[in-house]
């Protein structure tokens, strides 16, 4: 407990850490800000902005909050009307609130898609003839009309606030094993009373709760805000009705993640957001155990979290071609490499050179074997992170019929983890 404690102080205590922290939670906050002054809400005439707009939202939703009905609707638009005020330079109807564009949006024939592309709506459509109805009746879920815009900004709070821990993990764990052998101090502590292994088992250990620490600040501070600028109402409506990178898709009969409720949506992206964490944090530790130098640490774990994701981004219109390739391939080079520190030194010259090859190489072969029957690509931190890959699991498993495949990826992710913490205790005891 003394070396975990030592650890732990190390990594919290070092000035980079508390500087990138500070920044990272500057930035964070300042988006919450920005999310709220940005908001504006037309109603009867009056516009409002800021935490202003959102509480008349609020209040405007609550006198209709409940099971959505045709009477409901109507009652709505004969109230607030339609929205219908353009301005070249702003995106969406001047003069909407939360009800009015509700209703528009989904309800009506009126549409907003740019400027020049828009149509006022001049009728409403009964429910059951519209695509929410439609998913409704289908999941046997009762329509419910609720102010769920809280959700849309947890939801976004939360993708930024991961990629900001990213980079916090990557600054603060590099330095956990390759600072020691920066400064030439790795024998000073292989010959304390407490040993080897226990030494390694205390930078493990440390890293991996500051790793969790970090998560669970960033989730805390997101559901804090949400809690009290937004509120908690909505959690049971459409996951399709509350999130922009959502919406109520009819594949597999409406059984899909469009009409998951947006609690269990929300739930689902934290625990993906979580395994990408994990995964970072096991990165970050693994490179430190294999490199002289935190500068070199930082870079080699950047490269293994970004190149994959980046090379699918060059070659994603030609997926035959060698980029995409590479990149498909780059998933498990890393993990190959990582691999190479179980050979035992101790084998002959021959045999050991054999083996770091078949390390290298045997994960990639089977990676692309395998590549149409497993997304491996969802298992990147990055993805994990990005809005919209529930969705892209959801209709994998529902197109390809693999009942398995969020489980799979959360299980590679998991088992992946596992393998570079491994490597990291084998890499650093054997150097």
Same mark, same amino acid.
Not at 32 to 41: G, K, L, Q, W
């Given at each position: ?11 919290? %205590? ?5 500087? %990138? ?32 707009? *959102? ?11 409940? &099971? ?8 709505? *638009? ?9 301005? !070249?330079?702003?995106? /969406?109807?001047?003069?909407? +609130?939360?009800? #009015? ?8 024939? =009126? ?28 999941? @046997? ?19 930024? =606030?991961?990629?900001? /821990? ?13 600072? !020691?052998?920066?400064? #030439? ?9 407490? @040993? ?10 440390? =890293?991996?709760?500051?790793?969790? %620490? ?31 990178? &959502?919406?109520?898709?009819?594949? +597999? &009969?409406?059984? +899909?993640?469009?009409?998951?409720? $947006?609690? #269990? ?6 625990? !993906?957001?979580?395994?990408?964490? *994990? ?13 002289? $130098? ?48 179980? *050979? ?22 089977? =990676? ?18 990005? +809005? ?11 197109? !390809? ?12 992710? /998991?088992?992946? %983890? ?11 005891? #054997?150097?």
């Amino acid at each position: 407990m003394r070396l975990y404690k030592m650890e732990l102080y190390k990594i919290c %205590s070092k000035k980079l850490f508390l500087f %990138s922290a500070a920044a990272s939670l500057a930035i964070l906050l300042l988006y919450m800000y920005s999310a709220v002054i940005d908001r504006t809400t037309t109603i009867n005439g009056v516009k409002y902005s800021g935490f202003q707009a *959102v509480k008349m939202d609020q209040q405007i939703t609550a006198e209709f909050s409940g &099971e959505l009905t045709d009477e409901k609707l109507t009652r709505i *638009v004969e109230k607030y009307g339609f929205p219908s005020g353009v301005e !070249e330079r702003h995106y /969406g109807f001047l003069d909407s +609130n939360y009800l #009015n564009d509700f209703v528009m949006e989904y309800f009506s024939d =009126g549409y907003f898609r740019g400027y020049d592309d828009y149509q006022v709506a001049t009728r409403t459509y009964p429910i059951a003839e519209t695509v929410l109805g439609q998913a409704s009746a289908a999941t @046997g879920k009762p329509l419910q009309l609720e102010y769920t815009y809280g959700w849309q900004v947890f939801y976004d709070v939360l993708g930024i =606030g991961c990629i900001l /821990g990213m980079a916090l993990m990557l600054l603060s764990l590099s330095p956990v094993y390759a600072d !020691e052998s920066w400064q #030439n101090t790795r024998h000073l502590l292989f010959t304390t009373k407490e @040993g080897k292994h226990r030494d390694i088992a205390a930078k493990i250990a440390a =890293g991996m709760t500051a790793a969790v %620490s970090i998560f669970v600040v960033i989730v805390l501070v997101d559901f804090l805000f949400v809690a009290c600028i937004y509120g908690l109402r909505g959690g049971d409506c459409f996951s399709g009705q509350v999130l922009a990178e &959502e919406f109520i898709s009819q594949y +597999n &009969e409406y059984h +899909n993640s469009s009409t998951w409720t $947006s609690m #269990n949506y929300i739930l689902f992206c934290i625990v !993906e957001c979580f395994l990408g964490f *994990v995964e970072v944090a096991a990165v970050s530790l693994y490179f430190s155990s294999h490199c002289k $130098s935190p500068f070199q640490a930082i870079i080699a774990s950047a490269m293994c979290l970004f190149v994959p994701v980046f090379l699918n981004q060059l070659g994603r219109d030609n997926l035959r071609g060698i980029v995409f390739q590479l990149s498909q391939l780059s998933i498990f080079l890393f993990p190959g490499i990582a691999l190479m520190s179980l *050979v035992p030194d101790t084998l002959p010259p021959t045999i050991y050179r054999i083996g770091k090859v078949l390390c290298c190489v045997l994960p990639m072969l089977i =990676g692309q074997y395998f590549r149409h029957q497993f997304p491996f690509y969802y298992s990147v931190p990055v993805m994990l992170f990005v +809005n919209g890959a529930a969705k892209d699991l959801d209709f994998i498993q529902c197109q !390809e019929g693999f009942s398995w495949v969020r489980q799979g990826v959360f299980s590679f992710a /998991g088992a992946v %983890s596992v393998l570079y913490l491994v490597c990291s205790w084998q890499k650093y005891k #054997n150097s």
